[in-house]
Nanobody
Framework: QVQLVESGGGLVQAGGSLRLSCAAS????????MGWFRQAPGKEREFVAA????????YYADSVKGRFTISRDNAKNTVYLQMNSLKPEDTAVYYC?????????????????WGQGTQVTVSS
């Protein structure tokens, strides 16, 4: 089992920045591919970013490319999502997710473990 706890969400004005953190505990963390997803009210959960266990493979949704940066610190069992130039359409609950393998993918169904989510609200 892997337990994931997100933090760092909040209210920010458009153009501002937030840094989300996801602290993992339980099974060995460094061998898990990790991802961030988000879900806005009335919408499907969507992929935001993903990172391989080594950090060597990283993927972003087109909507956040160039504005968001995913990273991980395996020594601290933590994954980060740095969000810059935030837009009102980035408003959503952001979820951290972990796979049971080292292979990074962008499909939510392939992630076995999920955090409880953290709310990000961007005002215009």
């Amino acid at each position: 089992q892997v337990q994931l706890v997100e933090s760092g969400g909040g209210l920010v004005q458009a153009g501002g920045s937030l840094r989300l953190s996801c602290a993992a505990s339980g099974r060995t963390f460094s061998r898990n591919a990790m991802g961030w997803f988000r879900q806005a009210p009335g919408k499907e959960r969507e992929f935001v970013a993903a990172i391989s266990w080594s950090g060597g493979s990283i993927y972003y949704a087109d909507s956040v490319k160039g504005r968001f940066t995913i990273s991980r610190d395996n020594a601290k069992n933590t994954v980060y999502l740095q969000m810059n130039s935030l837009k009102p359409e980035d408003t959503a609950v952001y979820y951290c997710a972990a796979r049971t393998t080292i292979v990074v993918v962008t499909t939510a169904a392939f992630y076995a473990y999920w955090g409880q989510g953290t709310q990000v609200t961007v005002s215009s």
